[in-house]
Nanobody, 125 residues
């Protein structure tokens, strides 16, 4: 069992940068693949980025590629999402998720076992 808590969301202007974090409980964090998803009002939850247990493999949705960077610090049980050149369409609640099977890095919500409660990111134009 792992608990995930996101932080770092807020209100920013278009073009600004923001870093959101996800802190995980438990001693097995380093064996989990981690992902970031987002959900805007009235829309489905969508994939943003994912990272393997070691950090060696990363995956991004096309709409954030080149602007967002996912990283992790296993010593701190934390995964990060650095967001640059933010756009109003990036406005959403951002969720982190953990997958127990360290060999798989899913890019769909159904592939994850644990979820955080989310952090709101609002980008004004």
């Amino acid at each position: 069992q792992v608990q995930l808590v996101e932080s770092g969301g807020g209100l920013v202007q278009a073009g600004d940068s923001l870093r959101v974090s996800c802190a995980a409980s438990g001693r097995t964090f380093s064996t989990y693949a981690m992902g970031w998803f987002r959900q805007a009002p009235g829309k489905e939850r969508e994939f943003v980025a994912a990272i393997s247990w070691s950090g060696a493999r990363t995956y991004y949705a096309d709409y954030v590629k080149g602007r967002f960077t996912i990283s992790r610090d296993n010593a701190k049980n934390t995964v990060y999402l650095e967001m640059n050149s933010l756009k109003p369409e990036d406005t959403a609640v951002y969720y982190c998720a953990a997958r127990k099977n360290m060999l798989v890095v899913p890019i769909t919500p159904g592939g994850y076992d644990y979820w955080g409660g989310g952090t709101q990111v609002t980008v004004s134009s």
